[in-house]
């Protein structure tokens, strides 16, 4: 069979009228081609058939969310600032909640941060003076002269009349932060200097490991007692739902991924002993709570999809990463607007809803524990992933890696179910007392999607 264009068929009157009047067909062809041109020139996309469009109040939601996010880890900068400013002269480091709240405008969040980081700058300056008039006998006024007078770190505060351009102020507080951290760290080091002829490896009370080092290997569950994890809430694991609701229903998108992947060695499922496993859901952990050895957070707020350009995504930031807003209204895949919902953690493990293709999700909660603690989150997701525990990246996973579920449907892995135990791999952190946040990246390149966190005592 032949291919090839044909005549359209169309009503005969029509046509025929069109012949009678080609110039009020003429007419109606150009107002069409100028509406069009008009739209294209104004920067509106031409809606497809079927495709949503951001309403323009709408879209002026997402801007001034975006708008709010950038104010909001402006704050954020400040406060983590004025905490260092506190540490440094000999206070607690951990920000409290402010009496009165932060102002919203950006020059005036950039001059407070400007004051914190002089005020470091000032009392670095008089800790060498001290140290170096200790040592050389020095009167403090020239030895502080002189501390003044050395080659001096990267100012925190440009000097006026500086030749380089202003930076904008988030850039400024991001900069002012991350240089007053370089003199966090400076003071660290010298501390540790000057406690070398006393330290002892091994000493009682030293942690083994940082609170983003990596814990080894599969924890065998033991019994419960000292060193367990306590929580509330007991609820099960949800098994016996079907499979269309636990793989998180039909998919919302097919987006083709064009993008090989090739594995690595297959990661296998941590053995675990199911006569000692006491798992719960919950998100509040201490005493009066019922022992157990691996608490699942028991929901979460989730936004999502945002589009996707690959698995390279993972990398890229999108709005919930500049700061974590739940009022807060973003452009979604597909001209979606979306917005955060909370959902529950049942059954386990969490699939986002309107599962998609090639898409990103974000998750966030909290947990509340009764003293600050050291434990080991265990973390698990199809495809890839990061996690933020209190604004600190602790978690990015390896794309390359193989998983058990890529080999089978994960909700047909009944004893990863049964055990809260899609792990692939493992973080030991510290709990603040209080409030901690999880803030939970998910990439989805195609089909089936999930993640998993669950807290567990450090082996």
């Known amino acids: ?13 029509a046509w ?3 012949r009678a009047h080609p110039w009020w067909g003429l007419s109606i062809a150009l107002h069409v081609g100028l ?36 104010r909001l880890q402006m704050q954020k900068h400040l406060r983590a600032l004025e905490a260092i400013e506190r540490e440094l002269a000999g206070g607690d480091a951990s920000p409290p909640r402010p009496a009165e709240p932060l102002p919203n405008d950006p020059q005036a969040l950039l001059q407070r941060a400007r004051e914190a980081a002089t005020r470091i700058e000032q009392a670095e300056q008089s800790r060498r003076a001290e140290e170096l ?22 100012p925190l505060v440009p000097k006026p ?26 003071r660290a080091q010298e501390q540790a200097r000057q406690q070398q002829g006393t330290r002892v490896a091994g000493a009682s009370g030293e942690r ?4 983003t080092e990596s814990a080894s290997g599969g924890r065998k569950g033991g019994s419960p007692g000292a060193g367990t994890v306590a929580g509330v809430g007991g609820r099960g694991s949800g098994q016996g739902a079907s499979d269309d609701a636990r793989a998180g229903g039909t998919l919302q998108s097919t987006m083709a991924v064009q993008e090989p992947r090739v594995y690595g060695a297959m990661r296998q499922s941590q053995v675990l002993d199911a006569a000692t496993l006491r798992p719960a859901h919950a998100r509040r952990l201490g005493a009066g709570a019922p022992l157990a050895t691996r608490v699942l957070p028991d929901g979460w707020y989730v936004a999502g999809p ?10 890229d930031p999108y709005p919930p990463e500049i700061a974590v807003d739940l009022d807060a209204a973003y452009a979604g895949q597909g001209g979606r607007l979306l917005e955060w919902r909370w959902v529950p953690v049942s059954p386990y493990p969490m699939v986002p809803p309107n599962r998609a293709e090639n898409a990103v999700y974000y998750a966030w909660t909290e947990v509340h524990v009764d003293r600050a603690q050291d434990v080991v989150l265990e973390i698990g997701a199809d ?34 179910i049964a055990q809260l135990n899609f792990v692939e791999g493992k973080k030991l952190v510290r709990l603040r007392a209080g409030r901690n946040t999880l803030l939970f990246k998910l990439y989805n390149g195609i089909d089936l999607m999930f993640f998993s966190v669950v807290i567990t005592p450090p082996s």
């Open 1 to 13: 069979m032949n291919a090839g264009f044909s005549r359209p068929q169309a009503d005969p009157w």
């Open 16 to 18: 025929a009228w069109l």
């Open 35 to 70: 509406v069009a041109a008009l739209m294209a020139h104004r920067g509106t996309p031409l809606p497809l058939p079927g495709q949503p469009v951001l309403s323009a109040a709408e879209q002026a939601r997402v801007d001034a969310s975006i708008e709010r996010a950038r």
């Open 133 to 154: 008039s200790r040592l050389t006998g020095l009167p403090p006024e020239q030895a502080l002269a002189r501390v003044k007078a050395e080659p001096q770190p990267a």
């Open 161 to 186: 009349g500086s030749p380089t351009p202003d930076p904008s102020p988030e850039q400024a507080l991001r900069d002012l932060e991350r240089q007053a951290r370089e003199a966090q760290s400076r």
């Open 208 to 211: 083994a490991q940082s609170s």
């Open 306 to 315: 945002f589009e996707a350009r690959g698995a390279r995504s993972l990398h």
């Open 383 to 416: 495809d890839d992933s990061k996690l933020w525990l209190n604004d600190e990246l602790v978690w990015v996973s390896d794309s390359l890696g193989d998983k058990p579920w890529y080999r089978q449907p994960f909700y047909g892995l009944d004893r990863e």
